[in-house]
């Protein structure tokens, strides 16, 4: 695996960023903005097993540990997968991580992508 120079690693960091404020904006409640805790939603550690939210896809950004969009991608799913894993299918919650997928879908979609990168250069 070859390691991209610090510069092509700082490029990196500014599209993820970017994408995750157009994540950010399609969750205005904030349900998805901090770790779900056992308070908010009992037994929730104990049902998911991976749990993810944008803190924590922020912080994964600023300490490198994404290499590419696929890796932040899939990011996003499991942190929809894990809520419509614990809400039910006819709670606020579940429909608002379809309506973030969906959305998800459109940001990271190749000419989405293009036209942003199209406007970094
Ligand atoms: C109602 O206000 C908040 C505030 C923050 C939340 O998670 C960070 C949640 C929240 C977020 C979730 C998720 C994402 O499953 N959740 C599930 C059950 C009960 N509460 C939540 C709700």
């Known amino acids: 695996k070859t390691t991209m120079s610090a510069s092509q690693r700082k490029a990196l960091n500014l599209v ?5 404020r157009q994540l950010e904006r399609k969750d205005p409640h904030e349900i998805f903005k901090f770790p779900v805790n056992d308070i908010i ?3 929730y550690s104990s049902v998911i097993k991976y749990p993810m939210d944008f803190s924590t896809m ?15 991608k ?4 499991q942190m ?12 606020i919650y579940y429909q608002m991580a379809k309506k973030l997928l969906a959305s998800a879908t459109k940001i990271f979609s190749k000419d989405r992508l293009a036209s942003m990168l199209r406007s970094l250069s």
């Open 41 to 43: 939603a009992p037994g």
């Open 80 to 91: 929809v997968e894990n809520c419509c894993i614990y809400n039910k299918e006819d709670t």
């Open 58 to 72: 922020k912080n994964k950004i600023v300490t490198n540990r994404y290499d590419n969009l696929d890796e932040m």
């Open 74 to 77: 899939a990011d996003v799913e």
């Open 16 to 20: 993820f960023m970017n994408l995750l």
